[in-house]
């Protein structure tokens, strides 16, 4: 069973930065790629960035050169550093494997960047 738990979102000023963490099982972390997707109010949710388990990455057009997508395997986390936020990236991001587990979308964190 895939297990995750997100943190790390909060309130932030344009320009600012925020550090998100995806707690998994030990299983989880191990078998699959990882990803950051999010949702703003009204619009779709989308991948924002991904880790393959060896470690390749993909990035959103829009979060490229801002974001960072990296994993601690010893500690079974997946973080997304978030750099030069914009008011833009304000959603609710979550945490799930690639491609995505209808049955493991959590509550996801919110950041709001305020302008």
């Known amino acids: 069973q895939v297990q995750l738990v997100e943190s790390g979102g909060g309130l932030v000023q344009a320009g600012g930065s925020l550090r998100l963490s995806c707690e998994a099982s030990?299983?989880?972390?191990?078998?699959?790629?990882m990803g950051w997707y999010r949702q703003a109010p009204g619009k779709q949710r989308d991948l924002v960035a991904a880790?393959?388990?060896?470690?390749?990455?993909k990035y959103a057009d829009s979060v490229k050169g801002r974001f960072t997508i990296s994993r601690d395997n010893a500690k079974n986390t997946v973080y997304l550093q978030m750099n030069s936020l914009k008011s833009e990236d304000t959603a609710v991001y979550y945490c799930?494997?690639?491609?995505?587990?209808?049955?493991?979308w959590g509550r996801g964190t919110l950041v709001t960047v305020s302008s």
């Open positions: 030990a299983r989880t972390a191990r078998t699959y790629a």
């Open positions: 880790i393959a388990t060896g470690g390749y990455t």
């Open positions: 799930n494997v690639d491609p995505p587990l209808l049955a493991v």
